[in-house]
């Protein structure tokens, strides 16, 4: 990873090792060049210019952030830019670690791609129940038949949802039928559904009964607004200060 300078109009000193080209991952990483640096954005193999927010994590007081393992390097920026801060400035910015739960931390979509509403292939938890039942059943299988033992199971998209959803001893006896042949792959994604939809019933539920009282849903908001700009601001005032922007 190469590196550039930029000065600060302050102190008539460099900031150091500021990221301006392509990392490991094959993203192009420009840190704004400011006194302040609040966002980090990159355009990843497709083109989609994202922007990553570097504020919440190194304002929020939190030394874990739970991400999914997509997510993962964008703590790694989050931290080199905190670090950096910290080593220039003095201690400033807690150091943020990752929080990956190893049993979903990829989800696949239906194509056995990243789950992503942007890719297209997404299961919804809150869409209309003849519209997900369509799209589970439309879920691509190879053409074995149904009595050929499939050894690779465990490599199924269809249960590998599965097992995100349902109980573990359900998953494993469905996974073990399969495996050992006589189990269809219609009869799968039948189970798939059923337990799809049940797992997140209970969400639905809260879903409507928010969407229903929208007025206390924005003074929840504003509420966790008002926390989160309080805490930011002691953060930044201390940037400030170690800066000698104060």
Do not use: C
Not at 32 to 47: A, C, H, I, M, P
Not at 93 to 107: H, L, Y
């Amino acid at each position: 990873m190469t590196r550039r300078d930029s000065a600060d109009p302050t102190s008539g000193e460099k900031f150091p090792n500021q990221v301006a080209t392509i990392n490991e991952a094959g993203f192009k990483v420009d840190i704004l060049e400011n006194r302040v640096v609040g966002t980090v954005s990159y355009f990843d193999t497709k083109q989609k210019n994202v922007v990553i927010s570097v504020h919440d994590p190194v304002t929020g007081l939190s030394n874990l952030v739970p991400v999914g393992q997509d997510q993962k390097q964008h703590i790694e920026i989050t931290r080199d830019i905190a670090v950096k801060f910290n080593e220039q400035y003095g201690q400033t910015f807690i150091i943020p670690e990752p929080q990956i739960r190893q049993d979903v931390a990829k989800v696949p979509g239906i194509d056995g791609e990243k789950m992503s509403k942007s890719y297209g292939n997404a299961v919804e938890i809150f869409g209309d129940e003849k519209a997900l039942r369509k799209k589970i059943m439309a879920i691509k299988m190879d053409s074995r038949t149904p009595q050929e033992p499939k050894q690779d199971a465990d490599q199924n998209l269809a249960i590998q949802l599965l097992k995100l959803v349902a109980p573990a001893n359900v998953a494993a006896d469905i996974e073990s039928r399969l495996r050992a042949g006589g189990l269809g792959y219609g009869d799968l994604k039948k189970t798939l559904f059923e337990h799809y939809w049940s797992y997140f019933a209970a969400a639905r539920a809260k879903r409507s009964e928010l969407a229903a009282n929208l007025d206390f849903v924005q003074q929840v908001l504003s509420d966790g607004a008002a926390k989160a700009r309080a805490l930011a601001q002691v953060v930044l005032e201390r940037a400030k200060v170690n800066s000698g922007l104060r």
